[in-house]
Nanobody, 129 residues
Framework: RVQLVDSGGGSVQSGGSLRLSCVAS????????MGWFRHIREKQGEGVAA???????SYADSVKGRFTISRGNARSTFYLQMNSLKPEDTGTYFC???????????????????????WGQGTQVTVSS
């Protein structure tokens, strides 16, 4: 039912920027939040950013002040603007749709772990020194 297509990854130098995009379709009322999570080397999936239907946001401490999640004018599209990228940000990034009632902070925490909802195919981000 819910389908997500993420894109926008690439290779940049340390300090550079990328904007990831996600197009969602088939979203139903069971979806409470949208967000992004990532898999980085030798670490399990971690939530990066989440946004609820009222525009409240939550971010991983490691990306606060550098990354911004936002919705496009078309509500089916949302973004992750990544600035001041660091080599440790290198990994595969996934957009996500999170199922069930919870706070935006909780949504951040469930992404990438178990049956939390739906996710895209992933887009690779590489940051070089």
């Amino acid at each position: 039912r819910v389908q997500l297509v993420d894109s926008g990854g690439g290779s940049v130098q340390s300090g550079g920027s990328l904007r990831l995009s996600c197009v969602a379709s088939g979203v139903t009322p069971e979806i409470s939040h949208m967000g992004w999570f990532r898999h980085i080397r030798e670490k399990q999936g971690e939530g990066v950013a989440a946004i609820d239907n009222d525009g409240r946001t939550s971010y991983a401490d490691s990306v606060k002040g550098r990354f911004t999640i936002s919705r496009g004018n078309a509500r089916s599209t949302f973004y992750l603007q990544m600035n001041s990228l660091k080599p440790e940000d290198t990994g595969t990034y996934f957009c996500a749709a999170i199922r069930g009632p919870m706070t935006v902070v909780q949504a951040l925490g469930v992404m990438g772990n178990g049956d939390f909802g739906f996710w895209g195919q992933g887009t690779q981000v590489t940051v070089s020194s």
